[in-house]
């Protein structure tokens, strides 16, 4: 058994490898990262324009009662309230939330009511 020669890796096999694995490792984990991150702002994007939708269409209907919307994973509360005692002037409250309740956005507007 001298003079057998066993095949394997030099150091620097095993450093060079190394070095790539972890460079695997810290870009999937940027990308797992930016991911979640987008995730929750384009929820905040749709829940944004649902609500513009429905501001629009209370408005041109003139359909001033509170009532609530669902869309998908979406629940938007709409309420509506007289302004401080001002004649004709109605607060319109827009509330988003996800079907297990956490809060998405919020949105008030002024409406004058003819």
Same mark, same amino acid.
């Given at each position: 058994m001298v003079?057998?020669?066993?095949?394997?890796?030099?150091?620097i096999e095993v450093i060079?490898?190394?070095?790539?694995?972890?460079?695997? =490792?810290v870009l999937a984990s940027l990308i797992f990262i930016n991911v979640?991150?987008?995730?929750?702002g384009t929820v905040k994007l749709r829940a944004a324009l649902i609500?513009?939708?429905?501001?629009i269409k209370t408005k041109e209907s003139k359909e001033f009662v509170s009532?609530?919307?669902? =869309?998908?994973?979406?629940?938007v509360e709409r309420s509506i309230d007289a302004y401080e005692g001002v004649p004709g002037l109605?607060?319109?409250? =827009?509330?988003?939330?996800?079907?297990?309740?956490?809060?998405?956005?919020?949105?008030?507007?002024?409406?004058?009511?003819?």
């Open positions: 003079g057998v020669k066993v095949a394997g890796s030099s150091l060079i490898a190394s070095v790539i694995i972890t460079a695997v =490792f979640t991150r987008t995730s929750a609500i513009e939708d429905l501001s009532k609530s919307y669902a =869309f998908d994973n979406i629940i109605v607060q319109i409250k =827009f509330q988003a939330r996800t079907v297990g309740n956490d809060f998405i956005l919020e949105r008030k507007e002024l409406v004058y009511v003819e």
